[in-house]
């Protein structure tokens, strides 16, 4: 292998390395480190605060019954809405925003970042970015990458629309096939602490078919165990990041 060769490797190696390194924040025994070393990006917040959040509506079916669940309980939360999902229901992602709930981007489609060159990252995040503006008269604050995996041009484009990249402390895996109310309640409050973000989904278009059903389920639970502790729940925006 010529020496010019070896160069080129060399240097396509530390680029697909840089492109790719925000991605290891995402590997789940390395979640306690993220938090410590990037209490921001982790969702790390007021210590009397939980920040509720939710990935990959809006659904027609489902987050109308989230959005119920949430008003009788006098509880706003953060929605981190889909592009392609907004555009077959705009009006919904409306209604979200009229609720008083935060909206944010979870890019147009739910592909995994490392899959992308700069340039479609680029156009998917501006694209959800003025869908989610458009629709809900809200410009979103906040930028959560499908998976949770970011990459570098996801982060940076993020930045330049404006939006912080924001991921969780406490999941409920309520995505997987046989989940239930209690096994949600019971892997997020886990590990979950005061200062918490808690990632849930109020739609299955990229998880097991009606999986939110155990999400609806546990959310009662899950949300008297916060006032039980003493912490107030909200959005991201109350979060003191």
């Not at 929605?79 to 009006?91: A, I, V, Y």
Request: charged content about 20%; hydrophobic content about 40%.
């Amino acid at each position: 292998m010529s020496r010019v060769v070896k160069a080129a490797a060399v240097v396509a190696g530390g680029l697909a390395l840089a492109h790719a390194a925000p991605a290891l924040t995402s590997i789940q025994p390395l979640e306690p480190l993220r938090t410590r070393l990037f209490p921001g990006y982790a969702g790390q917040g007021d210590p009397g605060h939980i920040a509720l959040t939710f990935d990959d509506g809006p659904d027609p079916l489902s987050t109308p019954r989230f959005l119920k669940l949430l008003e009788r309980r006098g509880v706003t939360a953060t929605f981190f809405l889909l592009g392609f999902m907004l555009e077959r229901d705009p009006g919904l992602g409306r209604e979200i925003a009229a609720a008083g709930h935060e909206v944010a981007v979870h890019g147009y489609l739910h592909r995994p970042m490392l899959l992308r060159t700069p340039r479609q990252t680029r156009d998917d995040l501006s694209r959800a970015h003025a869908l989610v503006s458009e629709a809900t008269g809200e410009t979103p604050r906040w930028y959560r990458p499908p998976y949770g995996i970011a990459t570098t041009s996801a982060l940076r484009t993020a930045r330049g629309l404006g939006m912080d990249p924001v991921l969780w402390t406490s999941w409920g895996a309520d995505w997987r096939a046989g989940a239930t109310g209690s096994s949600v309640y019971d892997t997020v409050t886990r590990n979950l602490k005061g200062g918490g973000t808690i990632l849930l989904h109020d739609s299955d278009c990229t998880s097991a078919p009606a999986s939110w059903t155990a999400t609806l389920s546990a959310l009662p639970r899950l949300l008297d165990h916060c006032e039980e502790q003493g912490w107030k729940l909200g959005p991201l925006a109350a979060h003191g990041l």
